[in-house]
């Protein structure tokens, strides 16, 4: 076989790519990994806060189809193929040892995406696949060959032609374009004669209207609930959040951005329940008791049991009650107003952040052009897909990079 001439040329080396090619080898084809940056999983090393959730240990596959909305039966060939379960196997058998924190969400006992990335170099490795990096794709060729087009080769940058019986196409969406997810393949596809669902930036922070915020800047909340309102209630989560400098981020406030995607041009407004556990004649009591305990200190002396420092005087200055105003003094309506506060923090949406901070893309090649069964294009007969460039995502959990180890693993079974 010429030096250039391959069983399947496999374009991006992040999750999706490398369990494409890894498995490929595996089957005995010759396989070429062509990845535009410097390294592999570029992206990947920051999944998780750099942890690495590879995936969820939810173990009703009904249940896991359904987190992923209106495409998620896309997934159940895939799935089947390379579960939830097989991903923890395939780790561990590369010698990862794994941990399951809660909601399923699996994580290396390390705490390390890095430690994830080294397991799939050695698999690369370990199944002769050949990577080259800094190899961004300038052109691709197809031609018509018996009534159906087909590529015949790609023009890497530095003029190289690369020749294969197969392609798959790894390459991501448009998020965090900083690792090189630029969403160069969307052009490329389109011009072949593929459709591209509109691609919007999902899982990703949001900034709202009030300065307030700033004032809350880094602020880490557990066990809170954030919900979207628009004359009713749209969505709500529970779990964890962060307030940034002008909005809010963290795990529920990524999963909340879907929502609010499908709802931007509407008065939007996200209240959090900083205290979801107890409900309000409840918490008026815990209050009542609180400051029973305390009624001759200062109205802004009196929070610290309840709230995270950090929040009271926000809490305080919204109030309207004088911070400097004795606890015994503290009427019971401007009680409940403190009550109402905690239980409904109001915000009003602004925007969310784009592409530059989304996790993941939300839109992609129409699934509608794409076998489910084998990952391959309905277009182009010698090409197939995997991962994010597909148009299907999930929340966050571990779902996302199950899409890619499913549709990867697939699409490295090319016959």
């Known amino acids: 076989m010429k030096d250039n001439k391959y069983n399947l040329a496999v374009i991006g080396g992040g999750p999706a790519g490398m369990i494409a090619a890894g498995h490929a080898g595996k089957l005995g084809s010759r396989v070429i990994l062509l990845e535009k940056n410097e390294n592999l999983g570029v992206k990947l090393l920051l999944t998780g806060k750099g942890r690495c959730n590879i995936t969820n240990a939810e173990e009703d596959l009904k249940k896991i189809v359904s987190v992923y909305g209106r495409n998620g039966k896309f997934l159940y060939s895939a799935l089947n193929k390379f579960s939830n379960k097989s991903v923890i196997?395939?780790?561990?058998?590369?010698?990862?040892?794994?941990?399951?924190?809660?909601?399923?969400?699996?994580?290396?006992?390390?705490?390390?995406?890095?430690?994830?990335?080294?397991?799939?170099?050695?698999?690369?490795?370990?199944?002769?696949?050949?990577?080259?990096?800094?190899?961004?794709?300038?052109?691709?060729?197809?031609?018509?060959?018996?009534?159906?087009?087909?590529?015949?080769?790609?023009?890497?940058?530095?003029?190289?032609?690369?020749?294969?019986?197969?392609?798959?196409?790894?390459?991501?969406?448009?998020?965090?374009?900083?690792?090189?997810?630029?969403?160069?393949?969307?052009?490329?596809?389109?011009?072949?004669?593929?459709?591209?669902?509109?691609?919007?930036?999902?899982?990703?922070?949001?900034?709202?209207?009030?300065?307030?915020?700033?004032?809350?800047?880094?602020?880490?909340?557990?066990?809170?609930?954030?919900?979207?309102?628009?004359?009713?209630?749209?969505?709500?989560?529970?779990?964890?959040?962060?307030?940034?400098?002008?909005?809010?981020?963290?795990?529920?406030?990524?999963?909340?951005?879907?929502?609010?995607?499908?709802?931007?041009?509407?008065?939007?407004?996200?209240?959090?329940?900083?205290?979801?556990?107890?409900?309000?004649?409840?918490?008026?009591?815990?209050?009542?008791?609180?400051?029973?305990?305390?009624?001759?200190?200062?109205?802004?002396?009196?929070?610290?049991?309840?709230?995270?420092?950090?929040?009271?005087?926000?809490?305080?200055?919204?109030?309207?009650?004088?911070?400097?105003?004795?606890v015994n003094e503290v009427t019971r309506i401007e009680r409940k107003k403190i009550v109402k506060l905690l239980k409904e923090f109001e915000l009003s949406f602004k925007e969310l952040v784009g592409f530059e901070k989304a996790i993941i893309t939300s839109g992609g090649v129409d699934l509608k052009e794409v076998d489910s069964k084998t990952m391959k294009s309905k277009i182009i007969d010698n090409l197939y897909f995997a991962g994010e460039i597909l148009d299907i995502n999930g929340p966050t959990g571990g779902y996302n990079l199950q899409v890619a180890w499913s549709t990867g693993y697939l699409a490295g079974e090319i016959k």
Not at 124 to 145: A, G, H, Q, R, W
Not at 155 to 181: H, W
Request: with cysteine; net charge positive.
């Open 89 to 326: 196997s395939f780790f561990k058998g590369l010698g990862l040892k794994i941990k399951i924190e809660r909601g399923g969400r699996v994580f290396p006992v390390s705490n390390n995406a890095q430690d994830v990335l080294d397991c799939l170099k050695k698999y690369l490795k370990d199944n002769n696949v050949e990577t080259k990096f800094d190899s961004p794709v300038k052109k691709i060729i197809v031609k018509n060959k018996n009534n159906k087009k087909r590529i015949d080769k790609i023009i890497l940058r530095n003029n190289k032609e690369i020749i294969a019986d197969n392609f798959v196409f790894a390459t991501g969406g448009k998020s965090y374009p900083r690792t090189g997810s630029t969403g160069d393949a969307y052009k490329w596809l389109k011009k072949m004669g593929h459709t591209v669902t509109k691609l919007k930036p999902a899982l990703t922070p949001i900034i709202v209207k009030e300065k307030i915020v700033k004032k809350l800047e880094g602020l880490s909340l557990k066990n809170v609930e954030v919900s979207l309102w628009e004359k009713c209630k749209l969505d709500s989560h529970f779990g964890e959040a962060i307030f940034t400098k002008n909005g809010l981020s963290g795990p529920i406030v990524l999963n909340l951005s879907e929502k609010i995607s499908e709802n931007e041009t509407k008065d939007l407004k996200i209240k959090i329940d900083f205290k979801p556990a107890l409900d309000y004649p409840t918490l008026d009591k815990r209050i009542q008791r609180d400051f029973e305990g305390q009624k001759n200190k200062q109205f802004k002396n009196s929070l610290n049991k309840l709230l995270p420092k950090k929040l009271i005087p926000v809490i305080i200055e919204l109030s309207e009650i004088k911070e400097d105003k004795q």
